[in-house]
């Protein structure tokens, strides 16, 4: 199973452009990339994923390096309702297995 | 359309007895996961009922077992209650269960062990 490093937090204004990074280096050719976010007191929900291109939805963008060692979801203009517990996923089967993800935390 | 919904929202058992967690998925999805969650931690896969067979599991010993029924929605067993067991259970359902599928998660049940 592929294993990912996130950073434990990371800080954002409002209004501002947020990109938390994940490595998952030893991601195999079939995992898709998928990320969640878990908000305080509520179950993880669906952010984003992709295999090899660039995604991009109402809620984020996700940038996969060329050797797929690597992702960036970006949310381009942060609210304080995107403070969350992020999680980047490699996935190629019905085993989702979190990490321990990254707090973010969102300053008016 | 329905979310994922979980019963109880909260319970408290003591060392030894057994407990059944419910889950009603959301409509026209046949896949069920179970996580369950220490506090600061992220969630940890238990295992998944794809119309109503287990269809892969975590490393969770066997006094956690589930269940499907026909309409999709599942239970989550423990039997011989240990102090450690005490986290919240979430559940999830999607529609197939596959890699591009999107889980949808339930509140959680917050279970406490004394």
């Known amino acids: 199973d592929a294993k990912t490093t996130q950073p434990n937090s990371m800080e954002s204004n409002e209004e501002e452009p947020v990109h938390l990074p994940c490595n998952h280096s030893t991601i195999s050719g079939t995992d898709y990339i998928h990320w969640y976010r878990q908000l305080p007191s509520q179950g993880p929900e669906y952010v984003i994923h992709?295999?090899?291109s660039n995604v991009n939805n109402r809620m984020a963008s996700l940038a996969i390096a060329e050797d797929r060692k690597s992702s960036t979801l970006i949310l381009h203009r942060a609210t304080l309702r995107d403070a969350a517990v992020y999680y980047c996923?490699?996935?190629?089967?019905?085993?989702?297995?979190f990490g321990a993800g990254t707090r973010l935390t969102v300053k008016p | 359309e329905t979310g994922v919904t979980q019963s109880p929202t909260h319970l408290i058992k003591t060392r030894g007895q057994q407990v059944t967690l419910r889950c009603s998925s959301q409509s026209g999805h046949n896949t069920v996961s179970w996580y369950q969650q220490a506090l600061g931690q992220g969630p940890q896969f238990i295992f998944q009922?794809?119309?109503?067979?287990?269809?892969g599991r975590g490393n969770f010993p066997p006094r956690f077992s589930g269940l499907q029924f026909p309409n999709y929605s599942s239970e989550l067993n423990v039997n011989a209650l240990e102090l450690d067991d005490s986290a919240l259970y979430l559940c999830a359902s999607s529609r197939t269960g596959g890699a591009t599928d999107t889980q949808y998660f339930g509140p959680g049940t917050r279970l406490t062990v004394l």
């Open positions: 992709g295999l090899t």
């Open positions: 009922y794809y119309r109503e067979e287990e269809n």
């Open positions: 996923i490699p996935l190629n089967n019905n085993d989702m297995r």
